[in-house]
Nanobody, 115 residues
């Protein structure tokens, strides 16, 4: 059974930083492109950042220059460093493969940016 467990969310003021972590039980994690997604209230889930097994990264325009995705293949971990956070970054953040597999979605981690 595949499990993806996200952590690291919380309440932060605008301009602050958070680092999200995702622990994966996918046995073939090392060959998957992984992604961080987010879903804000009333909006569709969107891809925020993705990273190939070789470390090639891609970001949504809204987070370029502020977010950094990274991965640790032996530990089956994916990270999202979020800096200069804005209120519009408020959402539940999830990790999944990219493209996402519907049965892999975890509980996500809530990020709230507010003063």
């Amino acid at each position: 059974q595949v499990q993806l467990v996200e952590s690291g969310g919380g309440l932060v003021q605008p301009g602050g930083s958070l680092r999200l972590s995702c622990a994966a039980s996918i046995s073939i994690f090392s060959i998957h492109t992984m992604g961080w997604y987010r879903q804000a209230p009333g909006k569709q889930r969107e891809l925020v950042a993705a990273i190939t097994r070789g470390g090639i990264v891609n970001y949504a325009d809204s987070v370029k220059g502020r977010f950094t995705i990274s991965r640790d293949n032996p530990k089956k971990m994916v990270f999202l460093q979020m800096n200069s956070l804005k209120p519009e970054d408020t959402a539940v953040y999830y990790c999944n493969t990219h493209p996402a597999v519907s049965t892999y979605w975890g509980q996500g981690t809530q990020v709230t940016v507010s003063s």
